[in-house]
C-alpha cells in the first residue's frame, strides 16, 4: 500500500480507544489517510453511535411501510394507486447558528437531495424552527435570515414550503434548531436504492466537478460546535440551485429507462462515504479510482477528492452495457459524467490513486455498516423542578380582553403570516392549500384523487417539564392536525435535536424521548420511516454550557382518500354553530397563558389522555367523512380563544360563545388540555350532528355561534374581528421592524 503523508492530525477526532479498534479491524497500522476516513465514517452523523441503541427500539414495521428507518437515505410509504411517498426529516442547526442564510437554504437541499435520490419528485417542503428569546436582537437577525435562505431555495428549486412551525425561548438562545421535512412522490416500483451491487458493475460520478469544499474543519460537519473558525466556502455554487434541477432531471431519466442499479448522493462524508454506504447495501464490495474523477480545482489529493463535500453530486451503480445511456442523459442534461469505480467481490472498500492502494478498509466496519461502533451511553432521568399549575390558587384576570391583547403581543401566539408571506404560494396548486388555512398542509398527487396531508410538531413548553410525556402528546398533536385536514395518518419521519450526549442528564432527556415516541407510535399504530438526530445543540449561560430544550419534532404524512374530505380550519358561514369536541378542564400547566400572563415559564405538559385522543380523532374522522362539519381546527398552542380567532379570521366572520360554567374560564379560554377540536356545523345539520354525538357517547358542547364580524364571550365583546386580525397578523412584522 502507498504511504500516506498527512499532517492534518487534528481532522482525526478518534478516541485512543478507537484508533486501536482500527488497527484490530485492519489487522495492521493504519495510514493516516485511513484514520481520517474511519473518523467521518464513525461520527455521530453517519454512525448514530451515541443513539443508534435506543433508535432500534422504535417501531419501524407497517403494512404500508416500503422502506424502513435506517435502509436508505430516506423512508417510503405506499399511499395506494402504485403511489410510494417518499420523505424525511433533516436538521441543519449548526450551520444556521453560524450562517443562518446559507444554512436554511443548504438544509433544504440536503434533505431534498435525499429523497431525490431515492427516485422520488420533491412536491413539497415543512420546516421547524426554533430561536432565542424575542427580546434579543440575535433571535430576530437569525429569524429573519433564515426565512429568506428557505425561500430562496423554495424559490430557486420551484417546489413550495406547505406547512410548518416556529417558537421562540431563551431554551434556544444562540443555538437555533432548523429542521426540514422534504416530500416526494415516485411510482413504487420505481423506488430506487442507494446499493451497489452485482460484481464488475460500473460506478459513475454524475453532477458538479469535486472541488477543494469543506474538507478542514467546515463548520457545516462540525459534530461539536466550539470555537469554530469558519472558512471560505463558494458562496455562488452553494445558492445556485440549478444542479439540483438538472440532477431531478437527471434521476428521472435514469428512473424511466431502467438504466441504473442503484443511487446515492454525496454528502458530508463525501465520496468515501457515499461509496461506504452503497456497498454496505449491496454486501460486496468497490474499487474507487481518484485520477479518474472530474476536478473543478486543479492538483487535488487523492485525500482531496475522496472527501471533499462539493454540492450537487451523486454516485451511480449501472450495469456496463448502460454506460452509453447513463453517459448520453447527463451530457443532455449538461452534467459532467465519469466512470470511477467498479463493484468487486472482496468486501473491502479500496481506494486507489492511479495504481497505488491509498487506503482500503471493510465496507462493514464503517458508517451504519453493521460493526460500525455503538455506544451504551449513561444516563440519569432527573425528574424536572417544575410547577404544577394550581388555577384556583390565583387570582381571576380583571379584564379578558386585556389578557387577549397581552397574549397576541407574544410572538409565539402571534400569526407567522410574516413568514408565510415569504414563501411563494404562487407554487402552489389551485386547491384549498391556498383559499383556506388547515390543521395540515395539502399535497396533491396527479393522476389520482388521493392526496397527502403533512405536518411537523412538538411545543417546546410541553417538552420542558416531562420529556416522554411532550413527546407523546407530539404525536398525538400532528395525528390530531392529519385528521382534522380529513387525512389518515400514515407513518413518521423525526428529526432529535438534542444537546451534548456524554453529559447523563441530557442523554437521560434523550432516552426518555425515544421512549415516549416508541410507546405513542405503537398505541397509535404509526411507524417511524426515516429521521436524524442531532446532538451538541447548546449554548453558554453565565460561563455554563446549557443544552438546548430537548426538541423531537415529528414530521407526519397522511393520506386523504378523496379530495371531498379536505378539511379547514375557517369559518364559512354566518349563523353556523360552533360546537367543541371533547372536554374542558382546569388546566393552565405549560400553555401561552402560563407563561405571558402568569409569568410561570417551566411548568409540567397539559392534561394529555391517549384513549380520549384515540376516540376523539376517530369521531372526527367520522365527522369529517359523514360531512356533518363545515370547518374543524384543533385546540392547541394558546388555547380556545386563539383556536377560534384563527377560523374566524380567512374570511373575518366574528364569534359569539359562552364559558363552560363548570372550569376557570382562563382555563378555558387559554388552557391548552389536549384532545379537543373546534367545528362549525351548519344550522340544517345542526340536528344531525348532535343525534351523531349523543350516539358516540363521547363529550362535547355547544359553545355559540358565528357571527358577522365581532368576538364575544359571555356577552363581552373582544373587538371587531378585522382590528384584532391587523394585531395578530402584524405582531411579528412590528416585532422585527424593533431592532
Known amino acids: ?78 399511499i395506494g394507486d402504485g403511489i410510494a411517498c417518499v420523505f424525511k426529516v433533516e436538521s441543519h442547526n449548526h450551520p444556521c447558528a453560524i450562517q443562518p442564510r446559507l444554512g436554511a437554504s443548504t438544509g433544504l437541499r440536503v434533505v431534498t437531495r435525499d429523497i431525490m435520490a431515492m427516485g422520488a419528485r420533491p412536491v413539497a417542503f415543512l420546516d421547524s424552527l426554533r430561536f432565542g428569546d424575542g427580546k434579543r436582537d440575535t433571535a430576530r437577525w437569525l429569524f429573519e435570515e433564515v426565512a429568506v435562505g428557505l425561500s430562496e431555495f423554495e424559490k430557486g428549486f420551484k417546489v413550495p414550503v406547505i406547512a410548518g412551525e416556529v417558537f421562540f425561548d431563551r431554551g434556544f438562545n444562540s443555538s437555533p434548531i432548523v429542521n426540514n421535512m422534504a416530500v416526494g412522490v415516485v411510482p413504487k416500483d420505481k423506488l430506487v436504492r ?18 477543494n469544499d469543506g474538507i478542514d474543519n467546515d463548520a457545516f460537519t462540525a459534530d461539536v460546535v466550539n470555537n469554530i473558525e469558519t472558512k471560505p466556502v463558494i458562496l455562488d455554487q452553494m445558492m445556485d440551485v440549478s444542479i439540483e434541477t438538472r440532477l431531478l432531471s437527471v434521476i428521472g431519466k435514469f428512473v424511466d429507462t431502467n438504466c ?18 452503497m456497498t454496505q447495501r449491496g454486501k460486496t464490495g468497490m474499487k474507487i479510482y481518484t485520477d479518474k474523477v472530474l476536478c473543478r480545482d486543479k492538483g487535488l489529493t487523492a485525500r482531496e477528492i475522496l472527501l471533499s463535500e ?29 466512470v470511477i469505480g467498479e463493484v468487486a467481490d472482496s468486501g473491502m472498500l479500496s481506494c486507489f490513486d492511479g495504481d497505488n492502494v491509498v487506503a482500503e478498509i471493510p465496507f462493514d466496519f464503517v458508517g451504519l455498516g453493521e460493526k460500525a ?84 410538531d412538538c411545543n417546546p413548553n410541553y417538552m420542558k417539564g416531562d420529556p416522554n410525556l411532550g413527546t407523546q402528546i407530539a404525536v398525538a398533536e400532528a395525528m390530531r392536525n392529519i385528521v382534522c385536514a380529513g387525512g389518515v395518518p400514515s407513518s413518521i419521519s423525526d428529526c432529535l435535536n438534542f444537546g451534548n450526549p456524554h453529559n447523563s442528564e441530557v442523554y437521560g432527556d434523550f432516552v426518555e424521548t425515544i421512549k415516549g415516541l416508541t410507546h405513542a407510535c405503537k398505541y397509535f399504530n404509526v411507524p417511524v420511516v426515516s429521521g436524524n438526530v442531532s446532538f451538541y445543540n447548546q449554548h453558554s449561560v453565565e460561563g455554563q454550557v446549557k443544552a438546548v430544550i430537548p426538541s423531537p419534532v415529528i414530521g ?184
Open 194 to 211: 442507494g446499493i451497489a451491487e452485482g460484481v464488475g458493475n460500473k460506478i459513475a460520478i454524475v453532477g458538479a466537478l469535486t472541488g
Open 310 to 338: 462539493t454540492w450537487g453530486r451523486i454516485l451511480v451503480c449501472f450495469k456496463p452495457e448502460d454506460e452509453p445511456i447513463i453517459e448520453k442523459i447527463a451530457k443532455v442534461d449538461e452534467l459532467p459524467f465519469a
Open 1 to 78: 500500500m502507498a504511504s500516506y503523508d498527512n499532517r492534518k492530525m487534528e481532522n482525526i477526532s478518534l478516541s485512543t480507544a478507537e484508533q486501536e479498534k482500527v488497527k484490530e479491524i485492519l489487522k495492521r497500522e493504519p495510514n493516516r489517510l485511513e484514520l481520517e476516513i474511519f473518523s467521518k465514517l464513525w461520527s455521530e452523523h453517519a454512525t448514530y453511535k451515541n443513539s443508534l441503541k435506543w433508535l432500534k427500539t422504535l417501531p419501524t414495521k407497517g403494512d404500508n411501510v416500503l422502506v424502513e428507518a435506517g435502509e436508505e437515505s430516506a423512508g417510503a410509504v405506499d
Open 373 to 456: 461502533p455503538v455506544y451504551e451511553r449513561d444516563y440519569k432521568v432527573v425528574k424536572k423542578d417544575v410547577v404544577d399549575i394550581d388555577i384556583e390558587s390565583y387570582p381571576e384576570p380583571d379584564h379578558y380582553p386585556d389578557v387577549v391583547k397581552l397574549m397576541i403581543n407574544s410572538i409565539n401566539v402571534a400569526s407567522k403570516k410574516w413568514l408565510c408571506d415569504m414563501f411563494d404560494n404562487t407554487l402552489r396548486k389551485e386547491s384549498s392549500n391556498r383559499k383556506y388555512p388547515s390543521d395540515a398542509g395539502f399535497i396533491e398527487i396527479e393522476g389520482s384523487d388521493k392526496s397527502l396531508a403533512v405536518t411537523m
Open 556 to 739: 407526519m404524512v397522511g393520506v386523504v382518500e378523496n379530495k371531498k374530505h379536505y378539511t379547514t380550519v375557517s369559518f364559512k358561514h354566518k349563523g353556523d354553530m360552533i360546537f367543541i369536541v371533547g372536554k374542558s378542564r382546569n388546566d393552565v400547566n405549560s400553555s401561552e397563558y402560563a407563561v405571558n400572563y402568569l409569568r410561570i415559564p417551566e411548568s409540567v405538559p397539559p392534561y394529555y389522555d391517549e384513549e380520549e385522543e384515540k376516540e376523539l380523532q376517530g369521531i372526527v374522522k367520522d365527522l369529517i367523512n359523514n360531512g356533518l362539519v363545515r370547518s374543524v381546527h384543533d385546540v392547541s398552542n394558546g388555547g380556545l380563544f386563539f383556536t377560534m380567532l384563527e377560523c374566524a379570521i380567512p374570511l373575518e366572520f366574528g364569534f359569539d360563545v359562552t364559558s363552560d360554567a363548570e372550569i376557570r374560564k382562563e382555563a378555558f379560554l387559554f388552557g391548552e388540555a389536549q384532545g379537543r377540536v373546534v367545528v362549525s356545523v351548519s344550522p340544517e345539520k345542526q340536528d344531525d350532528f348532535v343525534d351523531f354525538m349523543v350516539d358516540t357517547g363521547f363529550p362535547f358542547s355547544i359553545l355559540g355561534h358565528v357571527t358577522k364580524g365581532e368576538l364575544r364571550v359571555d356577552d363581552e365583546s373582544y373587538g371587531d374581528v378585522r382590528d384584532i386580525k391587523k394585531m395578530f397578523e402584524g405582531r411579528i412584522k412590528q416585532w422585527l421592524e424593533q431592532k
Open 260 to 277: 441504473v442499479v442503484g443511487i446515492q448522493t454525496i454528502g458530508d462524508q463525501g465520496l468515501v462515504g457515499a461509496a461506504a454506504e
